[in-house]
C-alpha cells in the first residue's frame, strides 16, 4: 500500500456534546481541530434521520460518551464526512480533489470506552460499506491522552463529562476498562450548584457564567489573600518578612516579584468583591462571590472514585507511576483553577501522611525524652515511612514542544493523540495498526478485534 | 465472538474472548437495592445503604443461589456488554470437582432459562495450565473462600486426588480483623456492632483489608516457631512496618507480626487450637502429589506403566501457583521450602505470573484460551439441542 497523504488523514473525537474534526494535517506542527461540530440529528415521525429541524424530533446520539443511538450516530458520522467531500469538491465542481487529496482517506475514529462490540463492530461496517473508505482505525480516547502527554506509559485519565465522569487507569499502555470507575455527576453539577445560590438566574446565564473567564476556582492561597482583602485593606501592602529570610533565594528578586505581583493583584479577579461577564446576548452581567463556588461537590465525588478505582492495583511500582500522571480532560476542566483543586482534593483524600493529632503527640513524646543538649535537634524527629501508596500525587505534565496546542488549552487532549497516532499509525508501513480494505473483506466488522495500536 | 464469565468466589471477571482484557470486574456477592433489583457492582454496593450482602458461590466454589447467578449473567451480558444472550457463545469457568448435578444445573440456566445458543464448562485449573501451554501440571489455587490443589496429568484432571481447604483469602481477612482490632479500635466503639455484620465485613474486606493484605503481609521462608533469634534478625523480621489505616491512625507491626498472620495458611493451629495442622497448604500440597502418584501406579496397570515417581517428578516440576491471595510475598518461596522438605530427592520448579495484574484475571484468561481453540470440536461446546437430546435419554 502505497503511503497516504497527510493532508487526506480524516480524524474525527466525538466528545460529550461536539465532534471535533479535522481532515489533512500539516506538516511541521499539530493544531487545534478544524471544526467543532454538535452532535445532534434529527428523526423524522417514520424514524428516519435528516438535518431538518422543522417538525422532526432533536436526537443526541451520544450521552456522555455513551452512544445510546447508534443510527442517529452513524447518520451523524455519515454526514460530516459526505459534507465534507461536497465541500471540498465543491458539490462536484471541481472533481480532481477527487484525484489527489480525496482518493485515498484513512480515518480514525476516536472511541469511548463504552461502545459495545456490537456498536464497534457497526460503525466499521459503516465505515467500509456506506463511506467506501479503505483504510481505519479506532483510538480509544484514554489511550489517546497517554500517547498525547508524549506516550505515558501509566497514568489515570479523568474524563469530566456533562453528567457523568469516568475514571480510567492506564498500565504499560493497556487501558484497565474492567477496573475503571464511574462518578454519577459531571459538568453539569456545577450548574445545579450555582442555581442554587443564584436562584434567580436563568439556565442559560449560568452555563454563560461557568464558561466565562471570571468564573474559577481558588486555591486555598488565594482565598485567603481574597479574604484579607475583602476584610482590612491595610493588609494589602503588607510584605511577609519572615518568608524572604526563610526561602534562600535572593532578597532583590522576591522584592521585585512583590511588586509585579502588587500591579496584578490590582487586576486579579479573586481579588474583586464582583466582576463583570458578557452572556450570550451581549449583556454586561455582574456577579459576587458566587463566582468561586460550586465546583466543591463535583471535585470531591471525582476524588473519591479515583482512590477506589487506584487502590484496586496491586502492583505497586506502577502505581506510583499512575499517581504522579494524573490527566484531566473534558470541556469543564478549562474552568481556571479547577485541576488545580482537584489535585488538592486529591492530596487531601489520598496522600500516605502521618495523621496529625498523632504527629504532634509523637514529637511531643520525642521532646520531652531528649536530653536538654539535645533539645534543639529533636524538633526535626524523622517522619514516619508508609508502606502504602501514593506518597507523591502530581498532574501529568503537558507537552510544551505544540505550540498551537498551548495556546489552545489541553482540554480537548485525546484530539492531540489522535493526530500523533495517525501520524504513527498512517504513516508506517506496517499495516498491523489498522483495518484494511484487504482485512474487511476477508473477515467483515470484526476484523475490528485483530487490529490494535 | 463469544463471551467468557468467571464466577470467583470473591470476583467475576467478565468480558469477550476476542480480546486480550476482560471488559468488567464485579462482585460475585449481591445486594438489593430499593427496587427489590440485584445490585452487582462492588462500588454501588460499597455506596450504596447498609443492607445485607449476599454470596452467590458456596465457599466451595459452586453456586447456590441460582437464580442470583442467573440475574448476573444477564446483567453482565445484556447490560454491561451490550449483547445478546441468545446470540452469544458463553463459557464460564468452574470449580474442577463440582458434581454431575450441579453441571446439570449449569447447562439448564445458561441453555435452558438464558437460552444461549452454545455454551461451554471450563475447569478452571485445567485452563490455567492449559493455557500455559502445560498438560501437566500441579496447579495450587489460592482464592478467597478455598484454596485447591489440583494435579492434571496429560491433560486430565485427577480429581480423585485433588484436595480443597478453606485456608485462603477470607480466612486471612479474619486473621487481619482479629489483630488490628484491638489497635484501630482502642477507644472507640466496635464497628462490628452495626446493624449489618455481612454488609461491614463486604465493604471492609473490599478497602482497608485489600490494602492491608497487599502491603503488609507476607509470608516466611519457613516455619515460624522454628527459627532463631539470630535467623529473624538476619531476615530482618523485626524491622517493623507501618501502615496507615483508613488516613486516621498508624498502625506498626514488625515484619515478623506480619508473617504471623499468614502462618494461619501453613499452620491452622497457629491461628486457633481448633484447626489441624494437616490442612495446612504446604501439607495438602505434598499429601495431592503422593496420592496423585497412588492413583495413577493403581490405574494403568495394564499399558503404559507410570510409576509413582514419574508422576511425583512431573508434578513437581510444574507447580503452578495462581489465584489473588497468592500475592502475598513470599508465599511462592515457601511453598517450594516447604516441598524441598517433603521431597528432597526430586528437583522442583513453579510458576506463578510475574505480572499482578494477569495472575488476578488468570482463571479468566484460562477461559478466554479455551473459547479460541482453533477447532470447534476441541473445545467441550454444548449447544441446546444437545441438552434436549440427554434429557430424552434420560427419560427412557
Not at chain 1, 77 to 106: C, T, W
Not at chain 1, 345 to 350: F, G, R, V
Not at chain 2, 48 to 75: C, H, N, R
Request: proline share 4%; charged share 20%.
Amino acid at each position: 500500500m502505497a503511503p497516504f497523504r497527510q493532508d487526506s488523514y480524516f480524524i474525527i473525537y466525538p466528545s460529550s456534546q461536539h465532534a471535533l474534526v479535522q481532515f489533512g494535517m500539516r506538516e511541521e506542527t499539530l493544531y487545534p481541530p478544524q471544526y467543532k461540530i454538535p452532535i445532534s440529528v434529527y428523526k423524522t415521525i417514520n424514524g428516519k434521520y435528516t438535518t431538518e429541524k422543522e417538525g422532526n424530533e432533536l436526537v443526541k446520539p451520544l450521552l456522555d460518551g455513551q452512544i445510546v443511538d447508534l443510527d442517529g450516530f452513524l447518520f451523524f458520522l455519515e454526514l460530516v464526512y459526505k459534507s465534507y467531500l461536497a465541500q471540498r469538491s465543491r458539490f462536484g465542481a471541481s472533481p480532481e480533489v477527487f484525484d489527489m487529496e480525496l482518493s485515498n482517506i484513512p480515518m480514525l475514529l476516536v472511541s469511548h470506552p463504552s461502545w459495545t462490540h456490537f456498536q464497534v463492530e457497526r460503525i466499521t461496517q459503516l465505515v467500509f460499506e456506506q463511506l467506501q473508505i479503505n483504510n481505519f482505525m479506532f483510538l480509544s480516547s484514554n489511550l489517546a491522552c497517554s500517547y498525547a502527554l508524549g506516550s505515558l506509559q501509566n497514568c489515570v485519565v479523568i474524563d469530566v463529562h456533562a453528567d457523568s465522569t469516568d475514571v480510567t487507569p492506564i498500565m504499560d499502555y493497556i487501558q484497565l476498562t474492567h477496573l475503571s470507575g464511574k462518578v454519577k455527576n459531571g459538568g453539569d453539577l456545577i450548574n445545579q450548584e450555582l442555581a442554587h445560590s443564584l436562584p434567580q438566574w436563568s439556565p442559560d446565564q449560568i452555563e454563560d457564567l461557568k464558561r466565562s473567564p471570571v468564573y474559577e476556582v481558588l486555591s486555598e492561597d488565594a482565598k485567603n489573600v481574597s479574604k484579607l482583602n475583602f476584610q482590612n485593606e491595610e493588609d494589602d501592602g503588607a510584605f511577609d518578612v519572615a518568608a524572604l529570610v526563610t526561602s534562600d533565594r535572593d532578597t532583590r528578586e522576591l522584592l521585585e516579584e512583590n511588586e509585579k505581583g502588587k500591579e496584578s493583584q490590582q487586576t486579579t479577579n479573586s481579588e474583586q468583591e464582583t466582576n463583570t461577564f458578557v452572556d450570550r446576548d451581549g449583556q454586561q452581567v455582574t456577579v459576587g462571590k458566587q463566582r468561586f463556588k460550586g465546583c466543591e461537590k463535583l471535585i470531591s465525588e471525582i476524588s473519591a472514585v479515583v482512590g477506589r478505582v487506584l487502590v484496586k492495583i496491586d502492583d505497586f511500582h506502577k502505581l506510583r507511576a499512575i499517581w504522579e500522571n494524573i490527566v484531566v480532560i473534558g470541556g469543564t476542566t478549562e474552568i481556571s483553577g479547577f485541576k488545580e483543586a482537584l489535585l488538592q482534593k486529591l492530596l487531601e483524600d489520598h496522600l500516605i501522611e502521618e495523621p496529625i493529632a498523632e504527629k504532634t503527640t509523637r514529637e511531643q513524646d520525642y521532646y520531652n525524652q531528649a536530653t536538654n543538649k539535645k533539645k534543639a535537634k529533636a524538633l526535626f524527629s524523622n517522619n514516619v515511612d508508609y508502606v502504602q501508596i501514593p506518597t507523591v500525587i502530581r498532574l501529568a505534565k503537558y507537552p510544551d514542544y505544540f505550540p498551537e496546542w498551548k495556546k489552545h488549552g489541553y482540554s480537548e487532549l485525546p484530539f492531540l493523540g489522535a493526530q500523533i497516532v495517525a501520524k504513527q499509525g498512517f504513516g508506517h508501513t506496517n499495516e498491523s495498526f489498522y483495518i484494511t480494505r484487504e482485512r474487511y473483506d476477508k473477515k467483515g466488522p470484526s476484523s475490528v478485534w485483530d487490529v490494535t495500536f | 465472538m463469544s463471551i467468557v464469565i468467571h464466577n470467583g468466589t470473591h470476583t467475576t471477571v467478565a468480558g469477550f474472548s476476542q480480546v486480550d482484557m476482560p471488559q468488567l470486574l464485579c462482585s460475585s456477592s449481591y445486594t438489593k437495592n430499593a427496587n427489590d433489583e440485584l445490585v452487582f457492582d462492588t462500588d454501588e454496593i460499597i455506596d450504596g445503604p447498609e443492607t445485607p450482602v449476599f454470596t452467590i458461590m458456596s465457599p466451595e466454589g459452586v453456586p447456590y443461589d441460582w437464580e442470583a447467578l442467573e440475574k448476573q449473567w444477564q446483567w453482565i451480558v445484556e447490560t454491561k456488554l451490550g449483547a445478546k444472550l441468545e446470540e452469544t457463545p458463553l463459557v464460564v469457568t468452574v470449580a474442577p470437582d463440582i458434581t454431575p448435578e450441579i453441571k446439570t444445573q449449569y447447562s439448564e440456566l445458561a441453555l435452558g432459562r438464558l437460552k444461549v445458543p452454545v455454551f461451554q464448562m471450563v475447569s478452571e485449573p485445567l485452563a490455567v495450565s492449559l493455557s500455559l501451554g502445560r498438560n501437566t501440571a500441579l496447579v495450587i489455587d489460592i482464592g478467597a473462600a478455598k484454596t485447591t490443589v489440583t494435579p492434571i496429568i496429560e491433560g486430565t484432571i485427577l480429581s480423585s486426588a485433588a484436595i480443597r481447604s478453606r485456608f485462603a483469602g477470607d480466612f486471612l481477612d479474619f486473621q487481619i480483623h482479629e489483630t488490628l482490632k484491638k489497635t484501630i479500635h482502642g477507644e472507640e466503639k466496635e464497628e462490628s456492632s452495626s446493624s449489618n455484620p455481612s454488609f461491614s465485613a463486604f465493604c471492609n474486606s473490599r478497602t482497608w483489608i485489600q490494602e492491608f493484605k497487599a502491603y503488609m503481609l507476607q509470608v516466611s521462608p519457613s516455619r515460624l516457631q522454628e527459627m532463631d533469634s539470630a535467623t529473624v534478625d538476619m531476615l530482618g523480621l523485626n524491622i517493623p512496618k507501618n501502615f496507615l489505616y483508613q488516613k486516621r491512625k498508624t498502625v506498626s507491626l514488625t515484619q515478623k507480626e506480619c508473617c504471623l498472620i499468614t502462618e494461619g495458611i501453613f499452620q491452622p493451629s497457629v491461628a486457633s487450637s481448633q484447626f489441624a495442622n494437616e490442612e495446612g497448604l504446604s501439607d495438602i500440597v505434598s499429601k495431592v502429589v503422593k496420592k496423585a502418584g497412588a492413583a495413577t501406579t493403581q490405574n494403568s496397570s495394564t499399558s503404559n506403566v507410570t510409576s509413582a515417581e514419574q508422576i511425583h517428578t512431573a508434578l513437581l516440576t510444574n507447580i503452578i501457583i495462581t489465584g489473588s491471595s497468592s500475592l502475598i510475598a513470599g508465599l511462592e518461596q515457601r511453598i517450594v521450602n516447604d516441598l524441598s522438605y517433603q521431597f528432597p530427592q526430586y528437583k522442583l520448579s513453579s510458576f506463578a505470573n510475574p505480572l499482578v495484574l494477569d495472575r488476578k484475571l488468570q482463571s479468566w484468561h484460562g477461559g478466554v484460551t479455551m473459547a479460541n481453540l482453533p477447532s470447534w470440536d476441541l473445545g467441550d461446546w454444548v449447544s441446546r439441542k444437545d441438552l434436549e437430546t440427554t434429557k430424552t435419554e434420560e427419560n427412557y
